[in-house]
C-alpha cells in the first residue's frame, strides 16, 4: 500500500519525537526548506541535520503533539501544541518546561517533505532560554 501524503507527514512528526535524526534526514528532500517562527529560512538536509541535532540539544524532551490536520494537493497542515524543557548542565528544571500552541506546513513531493514551517509564538521559549527580544 502506497503512503498518503500524510502518512509522510506523520512519519516526519513520529521522528521529531523520537529525536531521530537520521530518521529526519531520510524523510527531506535533497532542497529542504525548514521556516522557523520568525520566517527565518534554512535550506539543505546537511544543514537541517546539525540544526535538528542543536535543537534536541537544547530541549532534549522536545515534542509535539497533533491535535488537526487538513490536507490539500501537496500541503499538509498541522495544528496542536509543541513542549520541551530548555537544558541546563544536562539536567530539565521544571522552571525551564514551556508548552505552547503552534502550527506546521509541510509540503510534500513524493515521499519527502519538502518544505516544513513552523508557526508559533516563542515568547515563552525564549523567556526559559534568556533572550531578550527587546
Given amino acids: 500500500m502506497e503512503k498518503t501524503l500524510v502518512d509522510v507527514v506523520l512519519e516526519f512528526v513520529a521522528r521529531i519525537n523520537h529525536h531521530d535524526v537520521g530518521g529526519l534526514v531520510a524523510l527531506m528532500s535533497e532542497d529542504h526548506c525548514f521556516v522557523d517562527g520568525l520566517g527565518q529560512v534554512v535550506r539543505g538536509r546537511e544543514r537541517m541535520e546539525k540544526g535538528w541535532l542543536g535543537y534536541f540539544g537544547w530541549f532534549p524532551d522536545y515534542s509535539i503533539k497533533v491535535d488537526d490536520i487538513l490536507n490539500s494537493r501537496n500541503l499538509v497542515a498541522l495544528f496542536g501544541t509543541a513542549e520541551g524543557t530548555y537544558s541546563v548542565n544536562g539536567k530539565l528544571p521544571a522552571e525551564n518546561h514551556w508548552k505552547i500552541p503552534a502550527a ?31
Fill in 104 to 134: 506546521w506546513k509541510a509540503i510534500v513531493r513524493g515521499d519527502r517533505i519538502s518544505e516544513w514551517a513552523v508557526y508559533a509564538d516563542n515568547e515563552p521559549v525564549w523567556k526559559v532560554m534568556g533572550v531578550k527580544r527587546y
